[in-house]
C-alpha cells in the first residue's frame, strides 16, 4: 500500500464521534484531516529539498526514523495518535531550518486557525511519514528521492491533494532552485486560500 493511502487511513482518526466537534479557534476535526493531507506533499518535497541541499541531513533523518520505529501498518490511527510531536519538531527543524516558524506562521494565517494547531498537525504526521519513507527506503532498497518522486506520483491520483503533489512533483523534476518558502506555499496553496 502507498504511504499517502495508509496515511489518509490513520488520518481518519475516531470517523463520525469528533469529526465535527470544534476546538476553541474553531478548528474541527475535518479541517486538521484536510490540512494534513494537503501538507503531506509539501512535507516530501521539504525532505527532498532538503536531503539534497545536504547530505547529511538525509542521514539525520534516517536516524530519527530507525530509532522511532512506532510504525504499525495495521493501524495508522494509532501510529498517528502516538507519534511524538518532540520528534516531528525535530524533523521540522531539521527540513525546513529557519524559514519553519515562518512557514508555520504562513500556514495558519491562510487557513485561518491558530499556528499552533498547525504546529500541533504538522509535528504528529511528521514523524509518521518519516518513518514511511525509511521502511520503503529499506523495503525496497531504493533512494529517498525514487521514493519521494513515486509516492508523489501516486498522490497525483488523489481528488483532495493532486493538484498540490503534481505542483510538488514538478518541483522535484524541473530541479530549479525554489526558496522553501515559495514552493511550500505553491504547494498548499489549494488549501490554503
Not at 136 to 159: A, C, H, T, W
Amino acid at each position: 500500500m502507498a504511504l499517502f493511502d495508509m496515511l489518509k487511513d490513520g488520518l481518519n482518526m475516531n470517523p463520525g464521534g469528533m469529526k465535527n466537534r470544534r476546538n476553541p479557534q474553531g478548528f474541527d476535526e475535518e479541517s486538521k484531516k484536510k490540512l494534513a493531507m494537503v501538507a503531506i506533499p509539501a512535507i516530501l518535497w521539504a525532505v527532498h529539498k532538503a536531503v539534497r541541499e545536504d547530505e547529511k541531513k538525509q542521514k539525520e533523518l534516517e536516524d530519527i526514523a530507525t530509532q522511532n520505529k512506532k510504525l504499525d501498518p495495521d493501524d495508522m490511527t494509532k501510529t498517528i495518535e502516538e507519534a511524538n510531536p518532540q520528534e516531528g519538531k525535530d524533523i521540522l527543524d531539521k527540513i525546513l531550518g529557519r524559514e519553519k516558524e515562518s512557514v508555520t506562521k504562513n500556514i495558519a494565517e491562510k487557513s485561518n486557525v491558530s499556528q499552533e494547531e498547525v504546529d500541533a498537525v504538522l509535528d504528529k504526521i511528521t514523524p509518521t511519514i518519516i518513518e514511511m519513507l525509511q521502511k520503503e527506503k529499506e523495503d525496497k532498497g531504493v533512494s529517498y528521492d525514487d521514493q519521494l518522486r513515486e509516492e508523489l506520483k501516486e498522490m497525483q491520483r488523489d481528488p483532495e491533494i493532486g493538484t498540490a503533489s503534481s505542483t510538488a512533483k514538478e518541483y522535484i523534476e524541473d530541479d530549479k532552485e525554489h526558496s522553501l518558502q515559495d514552493g511550500l506555499m505553491d504547494i498548499l496553496g489549494k488549501f490554503l486560500r
